[in-house]
């Protein structure tokens, strides 16, 4: 069933969810707050499920992941999903198709790093959460995985939080104007006339 916990769509370890016919496998993904995806560190079915919360840095990382696998050229109509394979010209009727890669180059890079004809399946890193409570003043827990590095809150953690959304601006424009606006909220205040 596609229904998931809270109104989300259960997902599979690519991000697929489960369709009414086996040729439409692969045509639908399902990433962040929509996605049902049960974590790995609960993975027994008889107790109650745990799932992925719906955050930014979930979905961030699922967009990631399924990048790399469309940029990679997998199949994943194919349950695990695999490179897509071509024929050859000269290939005989009964030969094995080979891998879609232009050189061997490619398969030996992938292979050295780690990576076979097979695709990985999704596996989510929590580095932490940041909360900001108000009046300068924020939570954070930075962590890597299950290991917990370190937990500030008050003005450290306010600091901290702003550091980390400073530097997940993408384009530096972006840092730009928005360390403007807070410099500007910091002298004058916040603009509450268009309220």
Same mark, same amino acid.
């Given at each position: 069933?596609?229904? +998931?916990? &809270? $109104? ?10 489960? !369709?009414?016919?086996?040729?439409? =496998? $692969? ?5 962040? #707050?929509?996605?049902?995806?049960? =974590?790995?560190?609960?993975? =027994? ?6 799932? %992925? ?8 990382? *699922? $967009?990631?992941? !399924? ?17 897509? !394979?071509?024929?050859?010209?000269? #290939? ?5 198709? *080979?891998? !879609?890669?232009?050189? #061997?180059? /490619? ?5 050295? @790093? &780690? %990576? #076979? ?9 929590? %580095? $932490? ?6 009046? &300068? ?8 995985? =299950? ?6 809150? +008050?003005?450290? &953690? ?10 997940? *601006?993408?384009?530096?424009?972006? @840092?730009?104007?928005? /360390? ?8 004058? +205040? @916040? ?5």
């Amino acid at each position: 069933s596609a229904r +998931g916990v &809270g $109104g989300r769509i259960n997902v599979d370890k690519w991000m697929r969810p489960p !369709m009414p016919s086996a040729d439409l =496998d $692969g045509s639908i993904f399902v990433l962040g #707050d929509a996605a049902a995806f049960i =974590d790995k560190t609960n993975e =027994d079915i008889t107790t109650s499920q745990s799932y %992925l919360p719906q955050t930014a840095q979930v979905a961030g990382q *699922q $967009g990631a992941f !399924m990048a790399r696998l469309l940029n990679r050229n997998y199949n994943l109509t194919m349950t695990p999903p695999s490179l897509i !394979m071509k024929k050859d010209a000269n #290939d005989t009727a009964g030969s094995t198709p *080979q891998p !879609m890669l232009s050189f #061997d180059f /490619s398969k030996a890079w992938l292979q050295l @790093r &780690g %990576l #076979d004809e097979a695709a990985p399946t999704f596996e989510f890193l929590n %580095l $932490g959460k940041l909360a900001y409570i108000g009046n &300068g003043e924020a939570l954070s827990e930075i962590q890597i995985g =299950d290991v917990p590095v370190f937990s500030y809150f +008050g003005s450290t &953690g306010y600091v901290l939080w702003r550091s980390v959304y400073l530097v997940k *601006q993408v384009a530096l424009r972006n @840092r730009v104007l928005v /360390s403007i606006d807070w410099l500007k909220t910091a002298v004058f +205040g @916040r603009d509450l006339t268009r309220f």
